[in-house]
């Protein structure tokens, strides 16, 4: 789908094109919304929430809204034209979900963009299927019986419900379905949470602490991008989930250590390691991109963390001479996995994730943390970390280590945990629904002091 000029500042349009290119291209929505930012950011505030709302309200919702569509729509939903389908979606969800716009609003908005996108002949397809829809629709009675369960592939219902039963399933999938808050990690090298928290006092609807999380607050809607709070350019804060950082303080970095960050991406659990360290440790952040590793080092020189942190790209996941063996003190393994911990966010993934990216995941997984394990220094410590719980890419992942690393030993996190997220094996897993934040889970690794060869 080609994006018409004159309706770059239609924000309806735009959810269309979003969610049209994201299902028909093999691209991430992230990666989607960053390349387009400039059109998005043409649309005053208002509509620029109304769009962001719409696409990430479908995709959470999708199941369910494709199940009214089939009941309303005389045509097999795998017959209908793509572009048409997601007018049809955005409508729907205005609808049902939005409750400040009415439905004659959503359906005639919904209509005109069918025929100012060049599709005049499924108009009346759209507007059938949408009045249809309205006037029958009890609103009540939905919410009553509607499933979030519904909103997920049937591949990942089918596991969860294997494992968790179905009602534990429904509840992860409640919590998935909720637009997640803004959480800030508060940079207490330079500053305390409760001046942060006067800052942006004025800036969001709501503002409190994590449970958990002794660093994070959470913001609700704030009013401006976030690059544009007071603070942010001080380098006063960090976005970064409470789940991560809570995985992040289990590797207890301490002055003075040489420690890897070995998949850095953009940064967030590097920032944490300098400042819980008080930039008075030996960072090496390590990323086989080179693109986010130049964003990494600005936000390094935003916190006031340059100067403890160095970046090598390299690809950990492949045998590399760049490390001298037994060189570090501790390595934080942050490992390529599903996403499926952080479905919340990033609600794309489960319509793009299928069983054997799963699988694929793990080949990666073992081949980093095998890599990693000859560069940690005897007595030494190696967390491996994913935003994900499934058991293919956390237990099993760290059984098969210890089997072929007998100089490694499982041991329990000097840091405070909660009883709630430490299980039988030693492992800490944040369960979304119950920990309120992403879903990750952590395992750390010590490797013996006696070992004779590494």
Not at 22 to 34: A, G, R
Not at 127 to 144: A, E
Not at 304 to 323: R, Y
Not at 436 to 441: L, N
Request: with cysteine; glycine share 6%.
């Amino acid at each position: 789908m080609i994006i018409k000029e004159n309706l770059k500042k239609n924000p309806r349009y735009l959810a269309v094109y979003i969610l049209s290119n994201l299902e028909s291209k093999n691209t991430l929505l992230d990666s989607l919304i960053n390349k387009n930012e400039s059109i998005i950011n043409q649309n005053q505030p208002k509509d620029k929430a109304l769009f962001f709302n719409i696409v990430y309200g479908v995709l959470r919702k999708r199941g369910n809204i494709d199940k009214i569509i089939k009941r309303n729509s005389n045509k097999p939903i795998e017959k209908i034209d793509l572009p048409v389908l997601n007018v049809l979606r955005t409508g729907i969800y205005q609808m049902v979900y939005l409750e400040k716009i009415p439905y004659s609003a959503a359906v005639n908005t919904s209509v005109d963009i069918v025929k100012t996108i060049g599709l005049k002949s499924a108009s009346g397809f759209v507007n059938g299927i949408l009045r249809s829809f309205s006037k029958n629709f009890d609103k009540k009675k939905y919410f009553k019986y509607e499933k979030n369960t519904a909103d997920f592939p049937r591949w990942i219902i089918m596991r969860w419900k294997k494992r968790f039963g179905e009602k534990t399933t429904e509840k992860l999938c409640c919590f998935y379905n909720l637009a997640p808050p803004v959480t800030l990690r508060v940079n207490s090298v330079k500053t305390t949470k409760k001046e942060v928290t006067q800052m942006l006092l004025s800036c969001t609807e709501n503002i409190c602490q994590d449970k958990f999380a002794k660093d994070a607050l959470k913001i609700q809607k704030p009013n401006t991008q976030i690059h544009n709070l007071p603070g942010f350019k001080k380098g006063f804060f960090q976005v970064q989930d409470a789940g991560a950082q809570i995985v992040t303080t289990l590797l207890n970095p301490l002055q003075n250590e040489k420690i890897m960050d070995a998949c850095a991406g953009l940064g967030g659990k590097t920032g944490y390691i300098a400042q819980l360290t008080r930039g008075k440790a030996f960072i090496t952040a390590v990323d086989s991109n080179s693109s986010k590793l130049e964003i990494l080092k600005n936000e390094m020189l935003r916190l006031g963390f340059s100067n403890c942190v160095k970046t090598a790209v390299t690809d950990l996941s492949k045998k590399t001479e760049i490390f001298q063996n037994g060189f570090f003190d501790k390595i934080l393994v942050d490992a390529p996995c599903s996403g499926l911990g952080v479905l919340r966010r990033n609600p794309d993934t489960k319509w793009k994730k299928k069983y054997k990216d799963l699988k694929e995941c793990t080949k990666i997984q073992k081949k980093i943390l095998g890599n990693c394990a000859g560069l940690v220094k005897r007595g030494g410590y190696l967390l491996y970390t994913v935003c994900s719980f499934e058991k293919e890419e956390t237990s099993e992942i760290i059984d098969n280590f210890l089997k072929e690393n007998v100089n490694f030993k499982k041991v329990m996190p000097d840091t405070a945990i909660p009883a709630d997220f430490i299980d039988k094996n030693m492992d800490i897993i944040l369960f979304p629904h119950k920990s309120q934040t992403d879903g990750f889970f952590a395992s750390l690794l010590k490797k013996e002091k006696n070992q004779k060869n590494d």
